[in-house]
């Protein structure tokens, strides 16, 4: 009664020929994932079905995911090129107003004193 409420959906049996070596590999991996070969071929249907029989959808996706961490990196350099450039320019800036100031200073100091 548990397995038929966990699993409502209607299953039908069929029967597949698949290649020896590629048996073995789903062997391989029965033995690792510890569920049987019937649900990792269910699992594998079910994701060819969903990319719409598509195998190059993953390369594209992976691809995407290439070109964006290259174009982040580009984003970051350009980053890091700005922030030097208002970097200098604050510097020069402090630099300017540290002359301003002395001029404002000598100039205070050169106008007469009022008695």
């Known amino acids: 009664m548990a397995r038929g409420l ?3 959906t209607k299953m039908e049996q069929i029967s597949i020929r ?3 070596d590629l048996i073995d590999d789903l062997n391989k991996l029965k033995e690792k994932e510890q569920i ?3 649900t990792i071929i269910v699992k594998a249907v079910r994701y060819w079905i969903s990319v719409g029989g598509n195998v190059s ?3 594209e996706f992976l691809n ?3 070109e964006m961490k290259s174009e982040i990196n580009e984003v970051k350099n ?3 090129e700005m922030t030097s450039h ?3 320019e604050v510097a020069e800036m402090r630099t300017l107003l540290a002359e301003q100031q002395k001029t404002i200073n000598t100039l205070l100091r050169m106008m007469p ?3």
Do not use: A, C, F
């Open 57 to 59: 959808t993953d390369n």
């Open 18 to 20: 698949l290649p020896v």
């Open 6 to 8: 966990r699993n409502s």
């Open 113 to 115: 004193k009022e008695v």
């Open 36 to 38: 049987d070969r019937s």
């Open 64 to 66: 995407q995911i290439r």
């Open 86 to 88: 208002y970097e200098k």
């Open 78 to 80: 350009l980053m890091g």
